[in-house]
């Protein structure tokens, strides 16, 4: 049956989940993921763009030829350019400096300003890339602060759409849902919506080493400071208003190197170029069933695609520049122009 969209924006939502077939090697689970890569801006903020787009104009937050202003590590920005452009808006994105080229160009395609801050300031630095996107925000004539961070229109289009496609996707048969939580819109919203059909299912947030979360849900304050970890998008140094910890059971930490390493298995293993968000929130779940000794179904949210991480995860520079691989694990690297003459030499010819 043809289907004909009236425009890219409908194309958002109802991504696929498949089985995972060989990662992990041994476990008696069985983990599916849902691919959000799918969506057409390549992320599950497509999602959120336009749950905060449509809300800001139906309360007269965001007039005709208005400004979106927003904070953010890439995804969401891209999400709002993609919708912004296709109504008309301009829009201007504050991004910390560890976020990759790949993402900052395609903003930049899309026409919106990108404007980049330090990363390593603490939240109550004027720097901080959230505080840089207020003060241009409140200073700019027009224009609507999207806060992706605070503004519940974000998990309310995760409880109202992406709760709903997994439950009828996953036929109710579920038992453990995990994913990370970078504004916490989406394990937010999904878990509260899984929670009322089932309150058996089990809401595992996987969080990075470095992210305050795991000790706000453990200690219900800070015990280790926040540190620096290289994952981009999950994990964070303050409580977002999307984070709703009494929907969760439970946390999982993760490094970054069992990320790293993990983001190449996905796409070796199981043809998936998805980001190492993806696959922090897999390791986490991989942790998790090693406690469970009965079969359970799993379902991993994997938030993004791998495109954008060329020059990270997928680089072996990067990889070996930042000690998660070493020379030797990476092996013989030909990228120069007569490199096939050694690799001619290496199978003989
Ligand atoms: C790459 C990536 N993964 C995961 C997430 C987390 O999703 P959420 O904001 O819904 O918690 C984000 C959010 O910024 C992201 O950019």
Not at 111 to 128: E, Q
Not at 214 to 231: S, T
């Amino acid at each position: 049956m043809s289907k004909i969209y009236n425009s890219i924006i409908e194309t958002i939502g109802n991504t696929p989940i498949i089985k995972l077939n060989s990662i992990p090697e041994k476990s008696i689970h069985e983990f599916y993921v849902k691919l959000e890569y799918f969506n057409p801006g390549g992320s599950v903020k497509d999602r959120i763009a336009v749950a905060l787009i449509e809300g800001a104009e139906k309360r007269g937050d965001l007039k005709p030829g208005g400004t979106i202003v927003e904070a953010t590590s890439g995804n969401t920005g891209l999400g709002l350019a993609f919708v912004a452009a296709s109504k008309g808006y301009k829009c201007i994105f504050v991004m910390p400096d560890k976020i990759s080229e790949e993402k900052r160009a395609i903003l930049a395609a899309f026409g919106a300003k990108v404007l980049i801050t330090p990363t390593a300031v603490a939240p109550t630095d004027p720097r901080y890339y959230v505080n840089v996107a207020k003060n241009i925000a409140d200073n700019t004539k027009n224009c609507f602060y999207a806060n992706q961070y605070h503004n519940i229109d974000n998990r309310e289009r995760h409880y109202k759409t992406t709760g709903p496609e997994i439950w009828q996707q996953m036929d109710g048969k579920l038992d453990i849902f995990v994913a990370g939580a970078g504004t916490g819109g989406t394990i937010s919203g999904v878990g509260r919506f899984l929670k009322e059909k089932n309150p058996n299912i089990k809401i595992v947030c996987a969080d990075p080493v470095g992210s305050i979360l795991y000790d706000l849900f453990y200690h219900k304050k800070i015990v280790d400071p926040p540190a620096g970890y290289k994952v981009e998008g999950v994990g964070e140094d303050f409580l977002p208003e999307n984070v709703e910890l009494q929907y969760m059971d439970d946390f999982v930490k993760v490094t970054d190197k069992e990320s790293f390493l993990m983001t190449r298995e996905l796409i070796q293993k199981e043809s998936l170029c998805v980001g190492p968000s993806s696959a922090m929130s897999l390791v986490g779940a991989i942790k998790y069933s090693e406690k469970i000794k009965e079969k359970k179904k799993f379902l991993v949210v994997l938030p993004d695609s791998g495109k954008a991480y060329l020059s990270k995860v997928y680089s072996n520079k990067w990889m070996i520049d930042n000690g998660f691989l070493t020379e030797k694990e990476v092996g013989q690297v030909f990228n120069k122009v007569d490199d096939y003459q050694n690799y001619y030499k290496e199978i003989g010819i």
